[in-house]
């Protein structure tokens, strides 16, 4: 049936009606805290650069009118208590106007030695704002340093990315400079044009995030600027994104998870089934509020972090996906306590997914596979190409929309109130879809962005791991990954008694299979656009299909009909063990995994 | 106005209905029973559209059973009453008439109407806090919001009370009188002897027996005749000053009545007993009704036969 807007949004409306009837005012006085309490934390991190949890630690004794008073003030860790006072942690003893040292006396504990060293560090930046206040900056900061990061496969850091010349007559360097610090050094030494493009990072296609203020602090320090002022940057960026986006949508998951649930217990959804509605009307109307929910929420933090529309439209297939795998979750779960697991599973998950990628943020283009990255590169203000988008929330939306689609095709009489296994529902979410022997090929090519995401993530997680190691590795999870994928939807479809068991139909539908898997994995060629064909895992998990090989025609020509070949082969080889039932299934499969595991070994050993 | 023919539904290996082919008139109300795993469910859950047939055509008003005008066209009450409990009865029956495209005033009448006339109390209070009774009908209300010209009701009366089961049936009679066609399944054999005008018994996924209450009595059930004569005739038993004799044919009560003359005396009167629906079943199916009991006046639960409570005419007047 088709969808029609206009019962969709009825289901909607009375979905709302009934999950605000259904709240009580205590849980929805709580729920509404907690949310506070979670952007209130979210927004202080990030208006604050972080929470003050070392507020007023220290005790430092030290006389209103001493010049060390200030510093001590302005310290979050210190705390000016008038000079003699006893327990005081550092003493300044600076009574005699005429003596410019002053005598700074500590108790000898743990404790005094890291006061005193927070002291010295008070004063440093008490004294370094002091310096940026000159006017002559050149005289204030006579050696001054620009970071500029580059990609660490291509480049090495070398000590010409970037210079400030000392009095800033040429404070420009060749792939971006600074505007902050070097910029103004330029400026204030003798009034030549010291002014960048872009920021530290703008060359290298991602670069260190320079927010500025107090969210600059967030990515741990300045790109330009004094040596002192110089730190890496830490990915505290991405922790704190990954919180504020992606812990309210554990809100929404739980109301979303239980209002599908409640449909399936004591079979309150069978009447809706009998309404003249299409079961995606339905799906779609009950889903509404809850992505709703999430994008309004995603609004408002991507407006508290000062992103954009960028951010919300990085986040919102996140969102989407939550929702989605709930849904399943939901449509397979047989109880709360299931659903509970669904929902934290897919929660960790999900973040585990944005989050460790985006780490890598100012480092590799593997850190687009995570559309936190694309947020992260909003608040930095670079752009964004439509390329690096679809790259990156590209697999979020059809993984989004498989699953959608997926759950609606078990979401009749016979499933939803059936207290059926897990697995035995996934097959026969699955065979839903199969109707003739051409839906095969269609159900293999909509396992690819299930099987790019899987393969992305096995390259974010074998990323650490020593280069020759990880290729292995992530060759034996390539060819796991796309053999599961190609047969799963061949045995559920012989599972279900949807086609004869028999050797023609076991290879024609292998055939189908194969070949639509490859048709679909010719989409990966997506990852040469943002560069991630140029890393060497990149290569191995994308580059054995022929993609981007950059050999001749002839060559070029057999690596497009190699892999066609080998998806062929192999699923055929597990269809004709799917025929036989699981047991059987699985050791075809097995036999199918090593060959498609030599195949991807001998390619990548041939290219280099 | 419903039309199954040769439904068959099979789950995997399990065969739950197997080429049930059937028809139901317009303003009929047609029975479904049969024990536990009959296939009588999944025979009005078809024709509710809620399960696809393996095989077979069903249709509802010459359309194909699930498709939209048909659900319009359908109200459907299923074995329990899955509410939304956190709605008042008003609020969930202006749902469903809002999934139905029921006009705001059209829809407020019909409710109001339909809760009056079942005599619905707490109409604003949540349905989580109303008897199991009240639900109930609250369930036959919303399969009424859409004013359909077919009912599917599966064991309407399930669960409830005496008292509230005999004004759910009486109310299913007084939809049948208002030209509403209804499909009626139940457990209680006296609920369907005394409500439906047709009857078709499943069994096993098949259809065992069919037509009136009392064609399938006359095609499987038994007539048996106790014939009281003055005299003692051949086979007959002493019943205080006259004798008993009991026999299953028209055949043998004439015999009897010459028998009788013979000897001096006469037929003085004939009862007849007819098998019940459920002795029927029991015949037919070969197992008991699960939740069948005997409800008729003056009956025990180990009479396992109905006495009428007047004996009909013999086919010949006695002597």
Same mark, same amino acid.
């Not at chain 1, 979050?76 to 005699?96: F, H, Q």
């Not at chain 1, 600027?225 to 739980?254: D, H, K, R, T, W």
């Not at chain 2, 049969?34 to 095989?55: S, V």
């Not at chain 2, 009626?184 to 002897?193: D, G, I, K």
């Given at each position: 049936?088709?969808?029609?807007?206009?019962?969709?949004?009825?289901?909607?409306?009375?979905?709302?009606?009934?999950?605000?009837?259904?709240?009580?005012?205590?849980?929805?006085?709580?729920?509404?805290?907690?949310?506070?309490?979670?952007?209130?934390?979210?927004?202080?991190?990030?208006?604050?650069?972080?929470?003050?949890?070392?507020?007023?630690?220290?005790?430092?004794?030290?006389?209103?009118?001493?010049?060390?008073?200030?510093?001590?003030?302005?310290?979050?860790?210190?705390?000016?208590?008038?000079?003699?006072?006893?327990?005081?942690?550092?003493?300044?003893?600076?009574?005699?106007?005429?003596?410019?040292?002053?005598?700074?006396?500590?108790?000898?504990?743990?404790?005094?030695?890291?006061?005193?060293?927070?002291?010295?560090?008070?004063?440093?930046?008490?004294?370094?704002?002091?310096?940026?206040?000159?006017?002559?900056?050149?005289?204030?900061?006579?050696?001054?340093?620009?970071?500029?990061?580059?990609?660490?496969?291509?480049?090495?850091?070398?000590?010409?990315?970037?210079?400030?010349?000392?009095?800033?007559?040429?404070?420009?360097?060749?792939?971006?400079?600074?505007?902050?610090?070097?910029?103004?050094?330029?400026?204030?030494?003798?009034?030549?044009?010291?002014?960048?493009?872009?920021?530290?990072?703008?060359?290298?296609?991602?670069?260190?995030?320079?927010?500025?203020?107090?969210?600059?602090?967030?990515?741990?320090?300045?790109?330009?600027?004094?040596?002192?002022?110089?730190?890496?940057?830490?990915?505290?960026?991405?922790?704190?994104?990954?919180?504020?986006?992606?812990?309210?949508?554990?809100?929404?998951?739980?109301?979303?998870?239980?209002?599908?649930?409640?449909?399936?217990?004591?079979?309150?959804?069978?009447?809706?089934?009998?309404?003249?509605?299409?079961?995606?009307?339905?799906?779609?109307?009950?889903?509404?509020?809850?992505?709703?929910?999430?994008?309004?929420?995603?609004?408002?933090?991507?407006?508290?972090?000062?992103?954009?529309?960028?951010?919300?439209?990085?986040?919102?297939?996140?969102?989407?996906?939550?929702?989605?795998?709930?849904?399943?979750?939901?449509?397979?779960?047989?109880?709360?306590?299931?659903?509970?697991?669904?929902?934290?599973?897919?929660?960790?998950?999900?973040?585990?997914?944005?989050?460790?990628?985006?780490?890598?943020?100012?480092?590799?283009?593997?850190?687009?596979?995570?559309?936190?990255?694309?947020?992260?590169?909003?608040?930095?203000?670079?752009?964004?190409?439509?390329?690096?988008?679809?790259?990156?929330?590209?697999?979020?939306?059809?993984?989004?929309?498989?699953?959608?689609?997926?759950?609606?095709?078990?979401?009749?009489?016979?499933?939803?109130?059936?207290?059926?296994?897990?697995?035995?529902?996934?097959?026969?979410?699955?065979?839903?879809?199969?109707?003739?022997?051409?839906?095969?090929?269609?159900?293999?090519?909509?396992?690819?962005?299930?099987?790019?995401?899987?393969?992305?993530?096995?390259?974010?997680?074998?990323?650490?791991?020593?280069?020759?190691?990880?290729?292995?590795?992530?060759?034996?999870?390539?060819?796991?990954?796309?053999?599961?994928?190609?047969?799963?939807?061949?045995?559920?479809?012989?599972?279900?008694?949807?086609?004869?068991?028999?050797?023609?139909?076991?290879?024609?539908?292998?055939?189908?299979?194969?070949?639509?898997?490859?048709?679909?994995?010719?989409?990966?060629?997506?990852?040469?656009?943002?560069?991630?064909?140029?890393?060497?895992?990149?290569?191995?998990?994308?580059?054995?299909?022929?993609?981007?090989?950059?050999?001749?025609?002839?060559?070029?020509?057999?690596?497009?009909?190699?892999?066609?070949?080998?998806?062929?082969?192999?699923?055929?080889?597990?269809?004709?063990?799917?025929?036989?039932?699981?047991?059987?299934?699985?050791?075809?499969?097995?036999?199918?995994?090593?060959?498609?595991?030599?195949?991807?070994?001998?390619?990548?050993?041939?290219?280099? | 106005?419903?039309?199954?023919?040769?439904?068959?539904?099979?789950?995997?290996?399990?065969?739950?209905?197997?080429?049930?082919?059937?028809?139901?008139?317009?303003?009929?109300?047609?029975?479904?029973?049969?024990?536990?795993?009959?296939?009588?469910?999944?025979?009005?859950?078809?024709?509710?559209?809620?399960?696809?047939?393996?095989?077979?055509?069903?249709?509802?008003?010459?359309?194909?059973?699930?498709?939209?005008?048909?659900?319009?066209?359908?109200?459907?009450?299923?074995?329990?009453?899955?509410?939304?409990?956190?709605?008042?009865?008003?609020?969930?029956?202006?749902?469903?008439?809002?999934?139905?495209?029921?006009?705001?005033?059209?829809?407020?009448?019909?409710?109001?109407?339909?809760?009056?006339?079942?005599?619905?109390?707490?109409?604003?209070?949540?349905?989580?806090?109303?008897?199991?009774?009240?639900?109930?009908?609250?369930?036959?209300?919303?399969?009424?919001?859409?004013?359909?010209?077919?009912?599917?009701?599966?064991?309407?009366?399930?669960?409830?009370?005496?008292?509230?089961?005999?004004?759910?049936?009486?109310?299913?009679?007084?939809? *049948? #009188? /208002? =030209?509403?066609? &209804?499909?009626?399944?139940?457990?209680?054999?006296?609920?369907? $002897?005394?409500?439906?005008?047709? +009857?078709?018994?499943?069994?096993?996924?098949?259809?065992?027996?069919?037509?009136?209450?009392?064609?399938?009595?006359?095609?499987?059930?038994?007539?048996?005749?106790?014939?009281?004569?003055?005299?003692?005739?051949?086979?007959?038993?002493?019943?205080?000053?006259?004798?008993?004799?009991?026999?299953?044919?028209?055949?043998?009560?004439?015999?009897?009545?010459?028998?009788? *003359? #013979? /000897? =001096?005396?006469? &037929?003085?009167?004939?009862?007849?007993?007819?098998?019940?629906? $459920?002795?029927?079943?029991?015949? +037919?199916?070969?197992?008991?009704?699960?939740?069948?009991?005997?409800?008729?006046?003056?009956?025990?639960?180990?009479?396992?036969?109905?006495?009428?409570?007047?004996?009909?005419?013999?086919?010949?007047?006695?002597?």
């Amino acid at each position: 049936m088709s969808v029609s807007p206009r019962k969709l949004l009825r289901v909607a409306r009375w979905e709302v009606s009934r999950a605000t009837g259904s709240l009580d005012r205590r849980t929805a006085v709580l729920g509404a805290v907690a949310l506070l309490l979670t952007l209130g934390v979210a927004a202080g991190g990030v208006l604050a650069g972080g929470v003050a949890l070392d507020e007023d630690i220290y005790a430092v004794a030290v006389s209103p009118d001493s010049p060390y008073h200030e510093p001590v003030s302005d310290s979050t860790p210190l705390e000016a208590v008038p000079a003699g006072a006893p327990n005081a942690d550092v003493y300044v003893d600076d009574r005699d106007p005429s003596d410019r040292e002053a005598t700074v006396s500590v108790a000898n504990t743990r404790k005094g030695q890291a006061a005193l060293g927070a002291f010295r560090s008070a004063v440093e930046r008490h004294n370094n704002r002091l310096l940026l206040a000159e006017e002559n900056q050149s005289a204030a900061f006579p050696v001054g340093v620009t970071l500029s990061y580059v990609e660490r496969a291509t480049q090495r850091v070398g000590a010409n990315d970037g210079t400030a010349g000392a009095g800033g007559d040429d404070a420009t360097g060749d792939d971006g400079t600074g505007d902050a610090g070097g910029g103004d050094a330029g400026e204030a030494g003798d009034g030549a044009d010291g002014s960048g493009t872009g920021d530290g990072g703008a060359g290298s296609g991602l670069g260190v995030p320079d927010l500025g203020g107090a969210a600059g602090s967030l990515f741990g320090g300045q790109p330009t600027g004094s040596p002192a002022e110089i730190s890496p940057p830490f990915p505290f960026s991405s922790l704190v994104l990954a919180f504020a986006f992606l812990v309210p949508m554990n809100f929404v998951i739980q109301a979303y998870g239980s209002t599908i649930l409640n449909e399936r217990i004591n079979r309150r959804g069978e009447l809706l089934l009998v309404a003249p509605l299409s079961r995606t009307d339905i799906v779609a109307g009950k889903t509404l509020p809850y992505a709703g929910i999430a994008l309004a929420a995603t609004t408002i933090i991507a407006v508290a972090v000062g992103g954009g529309p960028l951010s919300v439209a990085a986040v919102f297939p996140i969102a989407l996906v939550f929702l989605a795998a709930t849904f399943v979750g939901a449509m397979f779960a047989r109880s709360f306590k299931e659903l509970t697991f669904v929902t934290v599973t897919v929660s960790v998950a999900l973040t585990t997914y944005a989050f460790v990628p985006a780490i890598f943020a100012t480092v590799t283009p593997v850190a687009l596979i995570s559309p936190l990255t694309l947020v992260v590169r909003d608040l930095q203000g670079e752009a964004v190409s439509i390329a690096e988008y679809l790259f990156s929330t590209g697999p979020f939306y059809l993984v989004a929309g498989t699953l959608f689609a997926m759950g609606v095709g078990v979401y009749r009489e016979e499933d939803m109130f059936t207290q059926r296994a897990v697995p035995l529902k996934f097959l026969d979410a699955l065979a839903v879809h199969l109707h003739r022997p051409r839906d095969v090929a269609l159900l293999a090519a909509l396992s690819i962005p299930f099987v790019f995401v899987a393969e992305l993530l096995g390259i974010a997680v074998l990323f650490a791991l020593p280069e020759g190691a990880a290729i292995v590795a992530l060759l034996v999870v390539v060819a796991v990954v796309e053999e599961v994928a190609k047969g799963v939807g061949v045995y559920a479809g012989f599972h279900q008694s949807r086609f004869e068991r028999d050797l023609p139909t076991a290879l024609k539908l292998g055939a189908l299979s194969g070949a639509g898997f490859f048709v679909a994995e010719k989409a990966t060629a997506v990852v040469q656009v943002v560069g991630l064909g140029s890393l060497p895992l990149g290569q191995a998990a994308f580059g054995t299909s022929g993609v981007g090989s950059g050999l001749g025609p002839a060559a070029g020509l057999a690596l497009l009909a190699l892999p066609l070949a080998l998806h062929v082969v192999t699923a055929a080889i597990g269809a004709v063990g799917a025929t036989r039932g699981r047991r059987a299934w699985a050791g075809t499969l097995l036999v199918a995994m090593a060959i498609h595991f030599g195949y991807d070994l001998t390619v990548v050993s041939t290219l280099g | 106005m419903i039309t199954v023919d040769g439904l068959r539904k099979v789950y995997g290996d399990f065969v739950a209905v197997q080429g049930s082919t059937f028809d139901v008139e317009p303003g009929e109300i047609f029975g479904v029973v049969g024990p536990n795993g009959a296939g009588k469910t999944t025979t009005l859950k078809t024709l509710a559209g809620l399960i696809e047939p393996t095989a077979g055509a069903v249709r509802v008003a010459g359309e194909p059973a699930g498709d939209p005008e048909t659900r319009t066209a359908l109200g459907f009450l299923p074995e329990e009453s899955p509410l939304y409990e956190d709605m008042t009865a008003r609020s969930y029956l202006r749902f469903f008439a809002d999934l139905y495209d029921v006009p705001r005033e059209t829809a407020n009448q019909r409710i109001e109407t339909a809760l009056d006339d079942l005599e619905l109390e707490h109409r604003d209070r949540r349905l989580g806090d109303v008897s199991k009774g009240m639900k109930r009908k609250v369930a036959i209300a919303r399969s009424l919001v859409n004013d359909p010209d077919v009912l599917i009701y599966d064991e309407p009366a399930s669960g409830l009370d005496p008292l509230t089961t005999n004004y759910v049936l009486e109310y299913v009679r007084e939809l *049948a #009188d /208002a =030209g509403k066609t &209804v499909l009626f399944s139940a457990h209680n054999l006296y609920h369907v $002897e005394s409500v439906c005008d047709r +009857v078709v018994i499943m069994n096993e996924g098949e259809i065992v027996a069919r037509g009136t209450v009392e064609e399938i009595r006359a095609e499987h059930g038994e007539t048996t005749y106790r014939v009281f004569t003055t005299v003692p005739v051949d086979g007959s038993e002493p019943d205080g000053d006259r004798h008993v004799s009991t026999v299953d044919s028209m055949d043998a009560v004439e015999g009897i009545r010459e028998a009788a *003359a #013979d /000897a =001096g005396g006469e &037929v003085v009167d004939i009862r007849t007993r007819e098998s019940t629906l $459920e002795e029927i079943f029991l015949d +037919v199916a070969g197992q008991p009704m699960p939740g069948s009991r005997r409800v008729s006046p003056g009956a025990t639960d180990g009479d396992r036969r109905r006495e009428p409570s007047e004996p009909p005419e013999p086919p010949e007047a006695a002597e």
